[in-house]
Nanobody, 126 residues
Framework: EVQLQAPGGGLVQTGGSLRLSCAAS????????????IAWFRQAPGKEREGVSC????????SYDDFVKGRFTISRDNAKNTVYLQMDSLKPEDTAVYYC???????????????WGQGTQVTVSS
């Protein structure tokens, strides 16, 4: 079974930085992060899950939702089979549970996700 492990959350002050990691493993066929588009979603209390960023499987192109553009950076390390989300200039409204996810194409909607990783809590204090 495909598994996506996503440690790296925590508590940080406004303006601070965190880096989330999404490490992939799978069956004997060998799930690798460049076999899929890998995305990050987040869900704040009382709100719907929303797409944050995605890195494509083919050319590694990246996309970001407007509320994180310029502050967050997604990257992929194929040798480590890991995708990262570097989050800088964090704001209290970034507080949420963050999830990594695997999909065929970068479409930042939950319905497009094939596999979900475990969530990790990110809390930004004011």
């Amino acid at each position: 079974e495909v598994q996506l492990q996503a440690p790296g959350g925590g508590l940080v002050q406004t303006g601070g930085s965190l880096r989330l990691s999404c490490a992939a493993s799978g069956f004997t066929s060998g799930f690798t992060v460049d076999d899929y588009a890998i995305a990050w979603f987040r869900q704040a209390p009382g709100k719907e899950r929303e797409g944050v960023s995605c890195i494509s499987k083919d050319d590694g192109s990246t996309s970001y939702d407007d509320f994180v553009k310029g502050r967050f950076t997604i990257s992929r390390d194929n040798a480590k089979n890991t995708v990262y989300l570097q989050m800088d200039s964090l704001k209290p409204e970034d507080t949420a549970v963050y999830y990594c996810a695997a999909m065929g194409l970068c479409v930042l909607v939950p319905q497009a996700v094939g596999y979900w990783g475990q969530g990790t809590q990110v809390t930004v204090s004011s």
